[in-house]
């Protein structure tokens, strides 16, 4: 069985800075793409960061404006998103997803998360 789970989520202050972590198991995770996700209160969820299979390739979101960094441990079994420069609207739950594509669009990952909740204070 696939699974998913995220750690790293918390309360920071505006300029603050979060590292989550995703752990996976159930297959071989250096075959898959992992992507972020989040989804703010009273919002539909959207893309935040990709990387591919071998961790070479990542893509990001308008919303991580070159403040997010998406990486990999395939040893581990983990992918990280690394925020920093905070804001307030960075408030939402953030999820991890694992596909077979390299992919900014939700329907092409398989597997979720439960989520873990940022939040951002001014």
């Known amino acids: 069985q696939v699974q998913l789970v995220e750690s790293g989520g918390g309360s920071v202050q505006a300029g603050g800075s979060l590292r989550l972590s995703c752990v996976a198991s159930?297959?071989?995770?250096?075959?898959?793409?992992m992507g972020w996700f989040r989804r703010a209160p009273g919002e539909d969820r959207e893309f935040v960061a990709a990387i591919n299979p071998g961790g070479t390739l990542s893509y990001y979101g308008s919303v991580a404006r070159g403040r997010f960094t998406i990486s990999r441990d395939n040893a581990k079994d983990t992918v990280y998103l690394q925020m920093s420069s905070l804001e307030p609207e960075d408030t939402a739950v953030y999820y991890c997803?694992?596909?077979?594509?390299?992919?900014?669009?939700?329907?092409?990952?398989?597997?979720w998360g439960q989520g873990t909740q940022v939040t951002v204070s001014s």
């Open positions: 159930g297959r071989a995770f250096n075959s898959d793409a």
């Open positions: 997803a694992r596909g077979r594509k390299f992919s900014d669009y939700e329907g092409e990952y398989e597997d």
